[in-house]
């Protein structure tokens, strides 16, 4: 049985081309995505903590930052932004969050931001994805 250089040709293309579709890293289907949070965060007279940073996404997904703050004298605090606009461009976030007992005060704490996409099941949220993450020492200063 003879075959043809064509269908041989053609054989070996397909083959590759598949190996190639099912090989593809996992990160080449991922936008471009970051999230920071600044150094300096705010404490106000009612003990509301301010904290801001910046964020860069693309492409389609309702996307939120979640900031968690800790001391290690106090409790932890965690809050999430609202939806956020995914353009391409840098765009900055600002939070503002009463701290529901949490006691934190000025000085020293941590900060992690975390860039997610809400997954929904219809309306309903039905998981969320961490996108990025920056995690920094930062200095929670009395707002004057």
Request: proline content about 3%; some cysteine; glycine content about 10%.
């Amino acid at each position: 049985m003879r075959t043809s250089a064509r269908r041989t040709a053609f054989t070996v293309f397909s083959a590759l081309a598949a190996t190639a579709l099912f090989t593809a890293p996992a990160a080449a289907t991922v936008y471009n995505q970051a999230v920071s949070v600044q150094e300096h965060a705010e404490i106000a007279e009612d003990g509301a903590l301010t904290l801001r940073g910046t964020y860069h996404c693309e492409g389609p997904g309702a996307l939120q930052i979640k900031v968690t703050v800790q001391q290690e004298d106090a409790g932890n605090l965690s809050v999430g932004t609202g939806s956020l606009v995914c353009d391409g461009a840098d765009n900055e976030w600002t939070v503002r969050a009463p701290q529901f007992g949490a006691g934190l005060h000025p000085g020293h704490a941590v900060a992690t931001a975390e860039l997610q996409e809400v997954h929904l099941h219809g309306l309903m949220p039905s998981g969320v994805s961490t996108l990025a993450v920056d995690t920094q020492d930062i200095e929670i200063h009395e707002r004057s």
